[in-house]
Nanobody, 123 residues
Framework: QVQLVESGGGLVQPGGSLRLSCAAS????????MGWFRQAPGKEREFVAA???????YYADSVAGRFTISRDNAKNTVYLQMNSLKPEDTALYYC?????????????????WGQGTQVTVSS
């Protein structure tokens, strides 16, 4: 069993930055793929970024060049650095862990999910 706890969300002005963190419990973190997804009100949950156990990274086109995913296996933590934030980035951001290890853009590839942290981009 893996438990995921997100933090770092908040209210930020357009153009600003936030760093989300996701702390994972369990002994399999280093071999797991980790992903970030988001869900805005009235919309489906969508892929944001993923990192494989080998540290290969993947991004949605909408965030590529602005967001950076990274992981610290010693701390069992994955991060999402978000720069140049836009109002359309407003959503509940979820961390997810996948036992398969390779990064994936698909929700179904992930076995464990956090509760989410709210990001609001507004002036």
């Amino acid at each position: 069993q893996v438990q995921l706890v997100e933090s770092g969300g908040g209210l930020v002005q357009p153009g600003g930055s936030l760093r989300l963190s996701c702390a994972a419990s369990g002994r399999t973190f280093s071999s797991s793929a980790m992903g970030w997804f988001r869900q805005a009100p009235g919309k489906e949950r969508e892929f944001v970024a993923a990192i494989s156990w080998r540290h290969n990274t993947y991004y949605a086109d909408s965030v590529a060049g602005r967001f950076t995913i990274s992981r610290d296996n010693a701390k069992n933590t994955v991060y999402l650095q978000m720069n140049s934030l836009k109002p359309e980035d407003t959503a509940l951001y979820y961390c997810a862990a996948g036992a398969a290890g390779s990064g994936s853009t698909s929700l179904t590839a992930y076995d464990y999910w956090g509760q989410g942290t709210q990001v609001t981009v507004s002036s």
